[in-house]
């Protein structure tokens, strides 16, 4: 079966940093984009970043340009978040996200993590 999981989530001031990890299982991961997803309540799922099969290829959204960076490691089946200069409003449950498809459409991913929570107070 498939799994992807998140960890890495915690409290943080502003200001400060966190490195999320997400590993996968179940899937050739070489084959797959990688992307991660963000959720605060009473909000939409929104994209952050995403990385392509070979790290060739980046993209993050405007929010986070500069403060995030995405990376993986093929052989580990693990792609990371690090997360700089955290601000309140970075707050969400984080989810890492693989598709065939290089996107920032959410309804194009094929598999999901169930999230793990990031805090950043003021």
């Known amino acids: 079966q498939v799994q992807l999981v998140e960890s890495g989530g915690g409290l943080v001031q502003a200001g400060g940093s966190l490195r999320l990890s997400c590993a996968a299982s179940?899937?050739?991961?070489?084959?797959?984009?990688m992307a991660w997803f963000r959720q605060s309540p009473g909000k939409e799922r929104e994209f952050v970043g995403i990385?392509?099969?070979?790290?060739?290829?980046?993209y993050y959204t405007t929010s986070v340009k500069g403060r995030f960076s995405i990376s993986r490691d093929n052989a580990k089946n693990t792609i990371y978040l690090q997360m700089n200069s955290l601000k309140p409003e970075d707050t969400a449950v984080y989810y890492c996200?693989?598709?065939?498809?290089?996107?920032?459409?959410?309804?194009?991913?094929?598999?999901w993590g169930k999230g793990t929570q990031v805090a950043v107070s003021s």
């Open positions: 996200a693989a598709s065939d498809r290089y996107s920032t459409i959410r309804t194009l991913y094929d598999y």
């Open positions: 179940g899937i050739t991961f070489s084959n797959y984009h």
């Open positions: 990385i392509n099969r070979s790290s060739g290829g980046i």
